[in-house]
């Protein structure tokens, strides 16, 4: 059986970096014409701008779309998405508690902050522990962080 990890980081190979190669793209071209006539005095500028519509677009997917993309394809199971925030917060004790989260939001935007925490303590831009920082960004996006135990 293969792990969260392996199959997220072989399914989309920008997701360490955050961002998603926009090289395989393809994007219309756009043609303009700008012409300005001042024969009586008046300047008039003409615009023409015309896209060749036998090409394609195709909408950039966020990285949330290609996590939610992967982890459908591989019917991934929550606790193996809590165990792989909670190793990637370095915080195995807590992963009764990524298991709710990942039960009440989406997996793709959960994953997507995790890696962008371990993103920035790999920059030294944290000063407390991942776990912390990635709670705070939670709390900033309006998720709900703490659930009462079941009675």
């Given at each position: 059986?293969e792990?969260v990890?392996?199959?997220l980081g072989s399914?989309?190979?920008?997701l360490k970096r955050?961002?998603v190669?926009?090289?395989?793209k393809?994007?219309?071209?756009?043609n303009s014409t700008?012409?300005?006539?001042?024969?009586?005095g008046n300047?008039?500028l003409?615009?023409?701008?015309?896209?060749?519509?036998?090409?394609t677009?195709?909408?950039?997917k966020s990285?949330?779309?290609e996590?939610?993309?992967?982890?459908?394809?591989h019917?991934t199971?929550?606790?193996?998405?809590?165990q792989?925030?909670a190793?990637?917060?370095?915080d195995?004790?807590s992963i009764k508690?990524?298991a709710?989260?990942?039960k009440?939001?989406?997996?793709?935007?959960?994953?997507?902050?995790?890696?962008y925490?371990k993103d920035m303590?790999r920059?030294g831009?944290?000063?407390?522990?991942r776990?912390?920082?990635?709670q705070?960004?939670?709390?900033r996006?309006g998720?709900?962080t703490k659930?009462k135990?079941?009675a």
């Amino acid at each position: 059986m293969e792990k969260v990890a392996d199959i997220l980081g072989s399914s989309i190979p920008n997701l360490k970096r955050n961002t998603v190669d926009s090289n395989n793209k393809s994007l219309p071209t756009v043609n303009s014409t700008n012409t300005v006539n001042s024969s009586s005095g008046n300047s008039r500028l003409n615009n023409s701008n015309t896209v060749d519509s036998n090409e394609t677009v195709e909408q950039k997917k966020s990285l949330i779309e290609e996590i939610e993309e992967v982890i459908a394809r591989h019917n991934t199971t929550p606790e193996g998405i809590a165990q792989l925030l909670a190793e990637l917060l370095k915080d195995l004790d807590s992963i009764k508690y990524y298991a709710i989260l990942v039960k009440e939001y989406s997996a793709g935007e959960l994953l997507a902050i995790a890696h962008y925490v371990k993103d920035m303590d790999r920059e030294g831009k944290i000063k407390t522990n991942r776990a912390i920082y990635f709670q705070a960004i939670l709390k900033r996006k309006g998720f709900k962080t703490k659930f009462k135990k079941p009675a």
